[in-house]
Structures are given as structure tokens and as C-alpha cells.
């Protein structure tokens, strides 16, 4: 079986985004609008340091103005010498406008449901399927996935967590909700 880069990987997972809005339903049985194109967003960044204040933004993705958007599929990973990351050695978090990386009580912004403090991956960027989430959000809303480490999982150069957010945006008619 050949190895597929990057790129193609990429092109193979917006492929099958674009055939899930063809088909006009996420996982749930949402409708996705005609209009809907597909949102890949992803992001990594060294295993910090253990402790709440070294929390690293993964990736972020802010909505357009004009749209609204639908969150339909999550990843969350760690990867290193040690192999995959224990439940609890890596707590993840999904925000929606909090610029801070602490994970202590944000005062702008607020958490998913279900999503403040993670402690397991969820989905794969290769060869897997993501994890099946429903996050809706209008125009210059800003959806942040951030990650720490807690113990016993290695961390520094070599180990990285990451994380994607798979979706649609379309243009806002005044009718979502």
C-alpha cells in the first residue's frame, strides 16, 4: 500500500468534506446548506512544559464576516517518543473567544460543552475518522483548541500535540438558529 503525503492525504480528507456537503447532513443528520463549503483547520505545537500556565493554542479559526459556521468534526492528539499520551496526561481544551491560554476562569469567552478540560484524544488525522462534534457560530466568532500536559507523558522537542477542526461555513441568511 503506497504512503500518501501530506498533500494528498489533505486533498483526500476535503474531498470527502465536500461529498458530506454534497450530501447535505453532517453525522448527526444536521442539514448543511447548498451553499456550505468546507472549513479544515489544524495546528500543532511542541509538548509543553507540565503545568496549566504552559497551555498552547493548537489551532485557532475565526468566522467570517457575513457567515456563520458549523463545527462538525474534532481531533485531538498527542505524539512523541513514548508513544500516544495516557487519559489525563494531556488536557485539551475547546474555546470560543478566549485569546488567554490559562486555564483558569475566563473572564471573555467561554468553553464547548463537554470540551473545558479533555483528557483523551478524540478522532485521527490519518487513516481514521474524526471525532463527531455540532459546534454552531456566527461572524467573528474565534474557536480556539488549546492543549497542556499534566504528567507522566514526554515532552519538548520530539513531542507534539495537535489538533484540527473540520466543518462548513456558509453565508448568514438571518434564518440560522
Not at 17 to 24: K, P, Q, V, Y
Not at 37 to 65: D, H, M
Not at 143 to 156: F, M
Request: aromatic share 10%; charged share 10%; hydrophobic share 40%.
Amino acid at each position: 500500500m503506497p504512503v500518501e503525503t501530506s498533500r494528498e492525504f489533505l486533498t483526500s480528507s476535503l474531498q470527502t468534506l465536500e461529498a458530506i456537503a454534497a450530501a447535505r447532513k453532517t453525522a448527526w443528520g444536521r442539514p448543511v446548506p447548498d451553499t456550505a463549503t468546507p472549513v479544515f483547520v489544524y495546528g500543532y505545537q511542541v509538548a509543553p512544559a507540565y503545568g496549566s500556565a504552559n497551555q498552547e493554542i493548537l489551532c485557532s479559526y475565526v468566522i467570517p464576516r457575513g457567515f456563520v459556521s458549523l463545527i462538525s468534526g474534532l481531533v485531538l492528539g498527542y505524539t512523541g517518543g513514548g508513544g500516544s499520551a495516557l487519559p489525563g496526561q494531556v488536557l485539551y481544551t475547546v474555546d470560543v473567544n478566549n485569546p488567554n491560554t490559562l486555564a483558569v476562569a475566563n473572564q471573555l469567552g467561554y468553553t464547548e460543552k463537554d470540551f473545558g478540560s479533555v483528557g483523551l484524544q478524540l478522532g485521527e488525522l490519518v487513516g481514521g475518522a474524526v471525532w463527531p462534534v455540532e459546534f454552531s457560530h456566527s461572524q467573528n466568532e474565534t474557536l480556539r483548541v488549546k492543549a497542556q500536559t499534566v504528567s507522566g507523558v514526554p515532552v519538548g522537542a520530539g513531542n507534539f500535540v495537535f489538533a484540527a477542526l473540520v466543518g462548513f461555513q456558509w453565508p448568514a441568511t438571518g434564518r440560522e438558529g
